[in-house]
């Protein structure tokens, strides 16, 4: 079993620019998350999926947005990058009933925008 | 404002002492805890949890416990192992919703042989 899976693990992008950051999971997990790490804070919660086909907002939605076609992926969209953006960005999976908050987290995805 | 606060950015332990994590939080409806382990480049990893109907789970050399009326938890490791060092993060959601998740900020302990 692979996980969690993010792809890429390291991008710079320019001001203005747009990318997909690409979360597949395994584990047949009915839940996903995207979630932001800034230097010496939490994580927030940037959208999340209870099932394809339905999405949500997180504590910090503006600036992404997601899609969940399949169990298995959950990218996540930046448009016109701006340098808030800058961060590292964490998917994440867990099943539907365990509804305790116990997650499975991918390496992480380093964005920089300049 | 924050709901769930560790206020100790770093902590410092000799190799096979004791160490205790703190994490504090303000929000009376949490009433599920974990705490999570974060290495340098890779997400965080699950670590143990407790429920609010306990105040104590232990799970090999890690004890978590709960203290509801201050609102307070801490993780305790024992014997502290230099593997250990990592940043720990404190986690609270309600039951039944674990997108309202809420991390703290994280602990950084090292552990020194």
């Known amino acids: 079993n692979a996980g969690v899976t993010q792809t890429p693990k390291f991008r710079i992008l320019k001001i203005g620019q747009s990318m997909t950051l690409q979360c597949t999971q395994d584990?047949?997990?009915?839940?996903m998350y995207w979630y932001r790490q800034d230097p010496g804070m939490g994580l927030k919660l940037i959208y999340y999926?209870?099932?394809?086909?339905?999405?949500d907002k997180g504590e910090v939605p503006n600036g992404y947005n997601v899609s969940r076609s399949t169990t298995e992926d959950f990218p996540l969209r930046l448009e016109l990058a701006a340098p808030s953006q800058t961060s590292v960005y964490f998917c994440?999976?867990?099943?539907?009933?365990?509804?305790?908050?116990?997650?499975?987290f991918g390496e992480g995805s380093r964005l920089t925008v300049l | 404002d924050q709901q769930v606060k560790q206020n100790s950015p770093s902590l410092s332990v000799q190799e096979g002492r004791i160490s205790i994590l703190n994490c504090d939080y303000t929000?009376?409806?949490?009433?599920?805890f974990l705490w999570y382990k974060k290495y340098p480049a890779e997400g965080p990893t699950f670590l143990i949890s407790?429920?609010?109907?306990?105040d104590k789970n232990e799970d090999g050399r890690f004890t978590v416990f709960l203290n509801k009326s201050a609102k307070h938890l801490s993780l305790h490791i024992v014997p502290s192992q230099p593997g250990d060092s990592a940043v720990y993060f404190c986690?609270?959601?309600?039951?039944?919703?674990?997108?309202?998740?809420?991390f703290g900020k994280g602990t950084k302990l090292t552990v020194n042989p």
């Open positions: 994440a999976s867990t099943w539907a009933q365990a509804m305790t908050g116990e997650l499975f």
């Open positions: 999926s209870v099932g394809a086909g339905i999405t």
């Open positions: 407790i429920s609010s109907i306990k």
């Open positions: 584990m047949n997990h009915n839940y």
């Open positions: 929000n009376s409806m949490f009433d599920y």
């Open positions: 986690a609270a959601s309600v039951q039944g919703g674990s997108e309202k998740l809420v």
